[in-house]
Every structure is written in C-alpha cells, then in structure tokens.
C-alpha cells in the first residue's frame, strides 16, 4: 500500500522523533562493568574474549619480509607465545617436585602445572601463551620467570617480548663516531671490531682485516659475521670451535630479536639465514637466549695457523646497540702469527677455490 506523502511545498518529509533510550537499572549496569574488569592474571583486557585476534598465536614472524608498525604488538605477542612453549616443555615435573602423572602428549610441564606454580589463572595463562592481546604486570611475568627457570638473558627477553617496559623503536643505522676507528687502530697488533646487535660488521683494525680478509672484504649485504660463518664450507670457515661458539651466536641473535620484533631488516636476516642453513634453523627453533660475554674463541688461518683468542664484548655508547669485540691472543704462538700476518699483507684466508 502507498504510504501518505507528509511532505509539504516548503521543506522536507518530516521525521519521527528519536526515542529516548530507556536508562539501565542499576543491576544491569553493574553487570556489565563486571564483565570487563577482571582481575589481572585472572581474565583479558576490556572487551573480553571476543575482543582476543584469532589465530595470532599461528602465525610465524620469520616468514614475512617485514612487519608494519601495527602489526608489530602482533608479531610480538607471537614471538613470546613460542618462547614461552619453548621454555615449558623444556621442564620436566621432577624438576618442579610434581609427580609424572599420565602419559604426557608433549615434553615438559602442562600449561594448567606452569599456571598453578605461578599464581595465576589457567585460562589466563593459556591465552598468553597464545599470543593473545592481555594485559600483564611485572609481578606477573617475575612468578613465570621463576616457575620456568628463566636465566637474567631469559628473563629480560621475556620482558621485552611483553613489552614491560615498553622498549623504544629503534631508529636508523646512525653512523659510528670518528672516535671508535681510532680506538680500534690503536688496538693493533690485538683484533678489534664492531659489530651491531645483528652482527653485522661495522668497522674493524687492521689485525682483524689480516685474520678475516674474506669477512672484511665482503659487501656490505653480506658482510655479516653470522652469514658468513653459517655459508662458509667447513674447511674454509675460520672458526674452529663452532660447537661452542654458534649456537651462542644465535641466543644472543635471538636476545636481540626480541627487541626488535617485526623489524624487516631483522626478519629478513633470519628469514635468509634459515633458508640457507639448516642448522641456524634449528638452533633458532630452540628460542634460547643470551647476552654477549667474553669467551674463548679459536680461529684457523691456512697459513699463519691456529690463532688462539678471548673475545672480550664492550657495549659503546653510540651507535644504540652496537659492541666493540677485542680478541686478545692467549698464548705467544697465537700473537706471533697475528705478527706474522700484519708483516705480510695480501695472505689469503684459504688456500684453495671452489
């Protein structure tokens, strides 16, 4: 049926005027606030469980070639829900005084054992480990600590990855102070360098030009000292001790990381170094971490021989997050070779081709 035109020959139709919401009952308001102040460790952030992303703990942040700035809570959220895994399941129920129990599907602890020996809520810590968007204190985070065991560096990456406190953005690759070649100059005949938190190499003396000849003469791309030593053929790769020395390479790497989440100059790092080597790739699917420290570190140069060193990691006021790494020889055979090769310019790190 028509409806009747109410419009006149001076103005639009008229409309009905708005209803006035009826107020809620005090009852019925107090519900609601109810439903989304839970207690922290206990229920999400306002919005409850319908506010949470699906899927956000499926995802990978290595895949991608780069995060953008919003995606970047995501991508972190994701990075602390596999370490956290990672850690769990390395933690057997002895450990924590917990009888064996059933047949276990996984190894280690049950999300329900780590949530009731830290003092906080199953479901809680369930959506933590899957990546979900919920509000966490530093209380929190230290009871998990210590029902995982966390180390200092495992400790102050799993604040990073919560973002408690937050960690600034980092900014550009600024350039080194005139200062630090000096420093380094003044070092030789001692092997000196500077690395950024990726272990890209930035400057270096002219004992360590003679030690690493194919490190320093790389592009700038490739001139990466975790690139290199992961690509580089065993008898070509100047570092004796990998055993030891890479998988410490790599939590420290992975330490570093969690700093920079979403980054694309630091997933694309990983993302070619897992590509590349299997071996890097399964020393980061162990999610371990570690702060840099002085270690020894032996070399093999085809023709001086074996250089014997200690790496010693001094943290430098700027560029953010760049070290100066000195590697003193310890005995009188690893300085007169470093001798030998500074008397001998154009020496090449290999003696053959491939």
Partial sequence: MT???????????????????????PAEAGAGIRKTAGAEGRSPEAGGPKAVEAGAGSRSVETAAGNPPEDRPRARRTELAAFLRSRRERITPADVGLPPGLRRRTPGLRREEVAQLAGVGVTWYTWLEQGRPINVSVQVLDA??????????????????????????????????????????????????????????LAWNA??????????????????????LFVTRECCNPVVNRAEELPQMVATLRAGFGRHVGEPAWTDLVRRLSAVSPEFARMWATHDVASPGSRMKIFQHCVAGLVRTVSTSMTLAAPPETRMVVYTPVDDDSRERIAWLLAHPGIPATDHTH
């Fill in 207 to 228: 004992a360590y030009d003679r030690l690493f000849p194919n490190m320093t003469g790389q592009p700038p791309a490739t001139r990466n000292a975790l690139w290199q």
């Fill in 3 to 25: 409806q009747p035109d109410t419009r006149d020959a001076t103005g639009p139709a008229t409309r009905p005027a708005a209803r006035t919401p009826r107020p809620l009952r």
């Fill in 144 to 201: 998990i600590s210590r029902t995982l065991g966390l180390d200092q560096a495992e400790h102050e990456h799993l604040y990073r990855l919560a973002g408690v406190p937050a960690v600034p953005e980092s900014g550009g690759c600024r350039s080194l102070e005139p200062e630090t070649q000096v420093i380094l100059d003044q070092l030789t005949p001692i092997p000196a360098a500077v690395y950024n938190a990726r272990y890209d190499l």
